[in-house]
C-alpha cells in the first residue's frame, strides 16, 4: 500500500527531489533506489520558528506498487451553438466560469465584455502608466477577464466549500496553470501567465459554440413585466435572452446607476478602504522569515496582518510579495491603487494594501444618493487623491513615520508606482477618522511586525476598490434578483464574491441554477 506522510522538512530538502527521496527513505526505513515515485499532496511554509520548516504531505510509492500518473483533464463540453441562449454580462471570473459551466449543462453563453481581448488591453495599460490617460472601457479592472488578470493571481479564499475551490483550480490547471496551484496552501499564478490561461478560456467557450463580444458595453437591461428581455448596448444593438448574468465587477458604476435609474432593487454595502503600503521586498522577508538574507529556497515572504484599532478592524489586503504597484482608475478625474505580481514575484518591492472595514453611518454625508451613497463616498475620496497628486494618474504619497507623525514627507523616493508619486500629507486624502484610524494601526502593525513601521516604507493613496460598493440582492436559492425574473446578479460586483475564486465559484452556481429553473 502507498504511504501518506506528514512531515517538517528543511527549504533545501523540500525544494530537492533527490534529498526528498534520502530523506524519505530514512523516515520509512527502505532504501531510496525502492522508492519508486513521491506525489506531494500539500507543501505550506512554517515560518513560526526561527528555523523555517516546510510543511509536506506526501504520498510514497514504492517500487511494485501501482502508480498511475493523473491527468487533469476538462469536462466533456458539448457543442452548444443551437442551445438556448444567456447573456453573461462581464468577462471576469464570474462571467467565464459561468459561461463553461453553461456550455457544460447545454446552455449557450453569449459573453458581452465592455473592454478588449487580453492583449488589446496591454496597450491601455501601458498608456494609462505612461501617459496617464485612462480608457474607461479598458484598463486593470475592464477587459478580458476582468480585474484579476493583470494581478497577483493569488487564488485563495475564504470559501469553507473545498470541492468548489479544487474544481475552480483543477479547471485553471486543465486551461494551463502549473499544477502547484493545487499542493501549495497560497497558490498563485502572477501577471505573465494568466493571460494566456484567459485566452484559452475564450477559444475554448467559441469552440464549443458560445459567442464573446469584446468592446460591447452593456448600457441598458431590458425588462417587461418584471422580466429580463435582453440587454442593449453602446451602439444601440439589442440582444434578446430572458436569462441574464450580470457579472460586471465591483467597478461598474454605470451598471449600478442604471439599475438605480430603473429601479430596480440595489442596497448600500460596507466596504473597506485605506492605503497601498510598499516596502522592499527584503525587509519583508527579513521580518517574516527572521533572517538576513532569504537564501534561494524560500519564496519572497507574503505578510498578513490584522488589528482591530478604534472598534474596527484594520488589514492588510490582496498582500503582493515581489509585486508592483498599479493605476487601477476606471475613469478620468480619479486615482486607485491596486497590486500585482509576475509568477516569479522577482521584483524589489512588496507591497500590500492596508484597509478599514467602513460601516454604512460612514456614507452618511452621501445618503442623497441613497443606494449608491457608498458610490460616492468612494469616488470623493479617489477625486481628492487626483487633485491632490496634481490631476494626473500620479498619486498622493508619503513615508509611514511621517504619516503616523502628521508630516509631510521631505521627499519621496521612486517606488514601483509606475505614473509616479506626488508628496502630501495623507490626512488630507481621507476623512479624520480614517486617518487617525491609520496612524494609529500602522504604529500597531509595528509592534506585531518589528521593522514594518519604517520611514523607508511608503503609502500610496488611495486604495479603494477592495469589494463593491453595492450588493445587487437576490434570492438566496434560486440566485434570481429578488424582483427581476431572469436576472442573476452575479460575482463581485453583485456583493457575492471577493478575488478571483469566490467570483468563478459564484459564476459557476449562477449558470447551475439557470439550467436548474429551466428544467
Ligand atoms: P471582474 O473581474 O471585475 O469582471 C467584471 C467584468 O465586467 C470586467 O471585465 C468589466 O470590463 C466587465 N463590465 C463591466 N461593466 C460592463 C458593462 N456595462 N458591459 C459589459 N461589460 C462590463 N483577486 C484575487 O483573488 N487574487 C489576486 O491576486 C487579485 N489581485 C488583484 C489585482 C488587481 C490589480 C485588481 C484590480 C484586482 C485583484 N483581485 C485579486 C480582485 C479580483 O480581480 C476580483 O475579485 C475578481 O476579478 C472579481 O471577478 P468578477 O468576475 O466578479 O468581476
Not at 466533456?76 to 467565464?96: H, N
Not at 444601440?236 to 448574468?245: E, F, H, Q, R, V
Not at 478599514?356 to 487623491?385: H, M, N, R, T
Request: charged share 25%.
Amino acid at each position: 500500500m502507498p504511504r501518506e506522510l506528514l512531515l517538517q522538512v528543511t527549504p533545501e530538502i523540500a525544494a530537492n527531489e533527490s534529498l526528498l527521496k534520502d530523506y524519505l527513505s530514512k523516515q520509512i526505513k527502505v532504501s531510496p533506489q525502492e522508492i519508486q515515485h513521491i506525489v506531494i499532496l500539500k507543501r505550506s511554509i512554517d515560518a513560526r520558528q526561527k528555523a523555517i520548516k516546510i510543511n509536506l504531505k506526501v504520498i510514497i510509492y514504492l517500487k511494485g506498487e501501482a502508480f498511475q500518473e493523473t491527468k487533469i483533464e476538462l469536462p466533456l463540453y458539448k457543442d452548444v451553438s443551437s442551445a438556448q441562449e444567456v447573456i453573461v454580462v462581464g468577462a471576469g471570473p464570474a462571467g467565464l466560469f459561468a459561461a463553461l459551466q453553461l456550455i457544460e449543462l447545454g446552455l449557450k453563453p453569449i459573453v458581452i465584455e465592455r473592454g478588449k481581448d487580453v492583449r488589446g488591453r496591454r496597450r491601455d495599460l501601458k498608456a494609462i502608466n505612461r501617459e496617464h490617460i485612462v480608457n474607461e472601457d479598458s484598463n486593470y479592472c475592464f477587459g478580458e477577464g476582468g480585474a484579476g488578470t493583470y494581478s497577483d493571481g493569488k487564488l485563495y479564499t475564504r470559501s469553507k466549500k473545498r470541492g468548489d475551490v479544487t474544481r475552480i483550480l483543477e479547471l485553471l490547471v486543465a486551461f494551463g496553470a502549473s499544477e502547484d496551484i493545487l499542493v501549495e496552501a497560497h497558490p498563485h499564478i502572477g501577471t505573465n501567465k494568466l493571460p494566456k490561461i484567459i485566452e484559452d478560456i475564450r477559444n475554448k467557450i467559441i469552440e464549443f459554440g458560445g459567442q464573446v463580444l469584446f468592446d460591447t458595453r452593456v448600457t441598458d437591461i431590458l425588462v417587461k413585466n418584471n422580466e429580463v428581455e435582453g440587454i442593449v448596448t453602446q451602439n444601440g444593438d439589442k440582444i434578446l435572452a430572458n436569462k441574464l448574468i450580470l457579472a460586471t465587477g465591483h467597478s461598474a458604476r454605470d451598471i449600478f446607476e442604471l439599475l438605480d435609474k430603473k429601479k430596480i432593487l440595489i442596497e448600500a454595502k460596507p466596504f473597506a478602504l485605506g492605503v497601498r503600503a510598499e516596502h522592499s521586498q527584503e525587509l519583508i522577508d527579513s521580518i517574516q522569515y527572521s533572517c538576513d538574507y532569504r537564501g534561494e529556497h524560500l519564496p519572497p515572504a507574503p505578510y498578513s496582518i490584522v488589528k482591530q484599532v478604534n472598534g474596527r478592524g484594520m488589514y492588510s489586503f490582496c498582500m503582493c510579495p515581489g509585486g508592483v504597484i498599479a493605476p487601477c482608475a476606471t475613469s478620468p478625474g480619479e486615482v486607485v491603487t491596486n497590486g500585482w505580481s509576475p509568477s516569479k514575484r522577482d521584483q524589489a518591492t512588496a507591497n500590500s494594501g492596508i484597509v478599514i472595514e467602513l460601516k454604512l453611518e460612514d456614507f452618511k454625508p452621501f445618503a442623497k444618493f441613497g443606494a449608491l451613497a457608498g458610490v460616492e463616498f468612494q469616488k470623493s475620496i479617489e477625486q481628492k487623491a487626483w487633485h491632490l497628486a496634481g490631476r494626473t494618474q500620479k498619486v498622493p504619497a508619503q513615508r509611514m513615520i511621517d504619516f503616523t507623525q502628521n508630516k509631510v514627507s521631505a521627499d519621496i523616493p521612486k517606488t514601483s508606482y509606475v505614473p509616479g508619486t506626488t508628496s502630501v500629507e495623507m490626512g488630507q486624502v481621507f476623512p479624520g477618522f480614517l486617518s487617525q484610524i491609520l496612524r494609529e494601526g500602522f504604529k500597531e502593525f509595528g509592534k506585531s511586525m518589528r521593522g514594518y513601521l519604517t520611514n523607508e516604507a511608503i503609502l500610496h493613496a488611495p486604495e479603494s476598490r477592495t469589494s463593491s460598493p453595492v450588493r445587487i440582492p437576490r434570492d438566496a436559492y434560486t440566485l434570481e434578483h429578488l424582483q427581476i425574473k431572469g436576472l442573476y446578479p452575479c460575482g463581485e460586483g453583485a456583493g457575492y464574491a471577493g478575488g478571483i475564486i469566490s467570483a468563478a465559484i459564484d459564476g459557476e452556481k449562477c449558470a447551475l441554477m439557470i439550467a436548474e429553473s429551466l428544467k
